[in-house]
């Protein structure tokens, strides 16, 4: 063993650093506390530098931890570690103490470092993300919109099946621009819905008391749905580009798995990479992600077959993948969707937990063995045609 090994710990917060430096025998060389403006952390680093650190941890605190992260990623190992997995004995606690214990944790290689992505799946981590919370911040506004409507006694979304869709969001664009008389707006609301409910039952739920504020309230909300879309289109380019620029391979590969295409093919690699060297199995990425149901049985009864906590955006997003795949006709998918819901009379939301399970455990695989999505049942079909083909050619 190397006799000259020197770690450090730290202890991130928002407003301070403490650092711990300890060699391999156990002594302590520093103990020091830093801000945390860039010039404070760059001292930081100049002074582990100086001391000959090679290993680093620290708790993933907050955002706290990124820009700390950072300034030291190209000068040590670092490892990024869950506070819950390092949490001292009772007893008495300080910053310090807590540096000194992180230290002694890398010393003696207690410590499991969490996944930390390269630079450039951070950056798309960013985009990803950042389209995650514009959409949220749309449906907001869909709601506030269709609330101020409501108020004004226009009653249209009661007979259309959403809200985004273009009748609704053309009769809604028609009144912002001052537009309120029933007999113009009934003629953006499409025919087969003017069939389904009558032309009066429409004419009437498009009937409203306008007022001037009303209209601009309306108006304001409009062009803010239209702002939160030219950003969501403009995130998604910019992701989009960078899949293609680094990852080209991975990210045509993708898209070959049913329910795959260009905005979930882009939102997986942003959220897990292509190496997956980090997870020795699929089972721990599929752990991480947080679609491992949970194992609480007691006594020869199950307490809790909930899914456990994970990477959200990742699971969020394999989730609408499993609505999707579980809709493509003849794949595996869609075929495992009918056999447990239909014949064997499961809940259809735990089974597309079930479908979003088994497509990111086909992911690792895809991306570990370098290989496009294989659909055996649909390879199956094709022999089963095949031999119907030559059973019908030699009858005849």
């Known amino acids: ?24 025998s156990g002594q302590i060389i520093l103990e020091k506390k830093y801000g945390t403006l860039i010039p404070e952390l760059r001292q930081m680093r100049d002074d582990m530098v100086m001391y000959g650190v090679s290993e680093t941890a620290m708790e993933s605190t907050g955002v706290y931890w990124i820009p700390v992260w950072n300034e030291l990623f190209d000068y040590m190992d670092l490892k990024l570690v869950n506070p819950y997995f390092i949490k001292q004995l009772p007893g008495r606690k300080s910053d310090i103490k807590d540096a000194q214990w992180i230290a002694e944790c890398v010393l003696k290689n207690l410590i ?25 911040d749309a449906v907001y506004n869909k709601n506030k919109l269709d609330a ?9 979304s009661n007979y259309v099946s959403t809200i985004g869709g273009k009748s609704y969001q053309s009769v809604v664009r ?17 025919s087969r819905t003017r069939n389904k409910h009558g032309e009066d039952t429409i004419k009437a739920s498009l009937t409203g008391n306008f007022s001037d504020t009303d209209i ?30 680094h990852f080209p391979t991975e990210f045509k590969r993708l898209q070959t798995i049913p329910g795959v295409k260009e905005r979930a093919a882009t939102a997986i690699i ?39 906590h994970g990477n959200k955006y990742l699971r969020q997003m394999l989730i609408e993948i499993a609505w999707s795949a579980s809709r493509t006709r003849n794949c595996f998918f869609s075929n495992f969707s009918y056999t ?6 499961k809940s259809k939301m735990k089974i597309q937990v079930a479908i979003a399970r088994k497509i990111l455990v086909a992911i690792w695989h895809m991306l570990t063995k370098k290989e496009d999505f294989i659909d055996f049942y649909l390879e199956k079909l094709k022999k089963e045609k095949e031999m119907e083909a030559k059973v019908t050619k030699v009858n005849t």
């Not at 063993?1 to 391999?24: F, P, Q, W």
């Not at 798309?124 to 993300?129: D, E, G, V």
């Not at 447990?340 to 009379?345: G, P, S, Y």
């Open 216 to 245: 601009t309230v309306i108006r304001q909300t409009i062009e803010m749905l239209d702002i939160i879309e030219r950003q969501i289109q403009d995130c998604q380019t910019k992701l989009t580009a960078l899949c293609q620029e």
């Open 270 to 308: 942003a959220e897990t990479g292509v190496d997956m060297k980090t997870f020795a199995t699929s089972a721990m990425l599929v752990g991480w992600c947080g679609l491992k149901p949970r194992n609480d049985v007691s006594n020869g009864r199950y307490k809790s077959r909930k899914i456990t």
């Open 1 to 24: 063993m190397d006799n000259h090994r020197v770690v450090a710990g730290l202890d991130v917060h928002k407003d301070s650093v403490y650092l711990c430096i300890m060699e391999e």
């Open 174 to 190: 028609a009144i912002s621009n001052g537009e309120t008389n029933p007999e113009m707006l009934i003629k953006f609301v499409h």
């Open 340 to 345: 447990q819901v239909t014949v064997k009379h």
């Open 112 to 136: 499991k470092a969490s996944f930390v992505p390269s630079p450039i799946v951070q950056d798309m981590r960013k985009l990803n993300r950042r389209i995650f919370d514009l959409n949220h």
């Open 148 to 156: 101020a409507l409501q108020r004004c006694g226009f009653r249209l």
